[in-house]
């Protein structure tokens, strides 16, 4: 990710703030009128490698965490579904996907909308869950399916993107492969 931020920094043309530009901190609006732009990286999750990137790229980054900074917009459903597994079968890691497969599916199913999101731990998973709601609606008639994870190139993920936003693509369908 290092080459991606630095490529950032050019875009808006220089690198980060910091006292020498002229921001002595003392206003009120957090010193962010400095001389500089500034940067604001949000994520809901971040992973130790892209987050080394982000401090080596911007050492001065402030980093602010919490459970009051991921909040639901309200606009948006937020539906959990409890894909908790027997203890008996925690070891057995293609029951435990199978269980958890099933209770996504029964949680599409039962409640439709235009368009969901599912998050995932891993781009293993991703693909697995890809995968697995692809088989079971061979057809794409119930629904659309698409990645969006770091395994993909910038622009299949762009394209992925654009297309669930805009809701499908030319044909109707899923994005083929992504």
Request: proline letters at 4%.
């Amino acid at each position: 990710f290092g080459p991606q931020l630095r490529t950032v920094g050019v875009a808006v043309g220089g690198g980060g703030r910091d006292a020498e530009e002229g921001d002595d901190g003392d206003n009120d609006d957090g010193g962010v009128s400095g001389g500089g732009p500034q940067y604001v990286f949000v994520t809901a999750t971040l992973p130790e490698d892209v987050l080394e990137s982000i401090q080596n790229e911007f050492p001065d980054v402030v980093q602010l965490r919490g459970p009051g900074l991921h909040r639901v917009a309200p606009a948006v459903h937020q539906t959990l579904v409890d894909v908790s597994v027997p203890p008996t079968m925690h070891r057995d890691a293609r029951a435990c996907f199978d269980i958890k497969i099933n209770e996504l599916t029964k949680a599409l199913r039962g409640r439709r909308c235009a368009r969901t999101l599912v998050f995932c731990n891993t781009v293993e998973t991703c693909r697995n869950v890809e995968n697995a709601l692809r088989r079971k609606d061979r057809g794409g008639r119930r629904s659309k399916v698409w990645c969006y994870h770091g395994a993909l190139s910038h622009e299949a993920r762009v394209g992925n993107l654009r297309e669930f936003s805009s809701g499908g693509d030319e044909d109707g369908r899923g994005g083929g492969d992504r």
